[in-house]
């Protein structure tokens, strides 16, 4: 594995686990506003939705890149042993 791929890989982990930790943050600060100012924080919402996505987006990333990406093994089953080869 060369230099730049283990940066990226690692990258993509950080970056991820930077992002949760952000929403888990923003969540329990929107809850405490609501909650004691009675007063949401009106962003929250929005920009956790966005990491969401980035963070489902690096998550699939990093997880193809380890091998642990999940497959449609009952649909690759029904190929040819041909086809399976090119898939």
């Known amino acids: 594995m060369s230099k730049v791929q283990w940066v990226a890989g690692h990258f993509e982990e950080v970056l991820g686990a ?7 943050c923003l969540a ?5 506003t609501r909650y004691l100012f009675h007063y949401p924080l009106a ?12 963070l489902t987006m ?12 999940l497959r449609m ?8 042993p041909l086809l399976q080869k090119i898939v």
């Open 58 to 69: 690096l998550g699939t990333s990093a997880a193809f890149r380890k091998g642990c990406h």
């Open 43 to 54: 962003f929250t919402e929005e920009i956790e939705v966005n990491s969401l996505v980035w």
């Open 28 to 32: 329990f600060a929107n809850v405490v």
């Open 18 to 24: 930077a992002l949760l930790s952000a929403m888990a």
């Open 73 to 80: 093994l009952f649909i690759y089953d029904k190929f040819s």
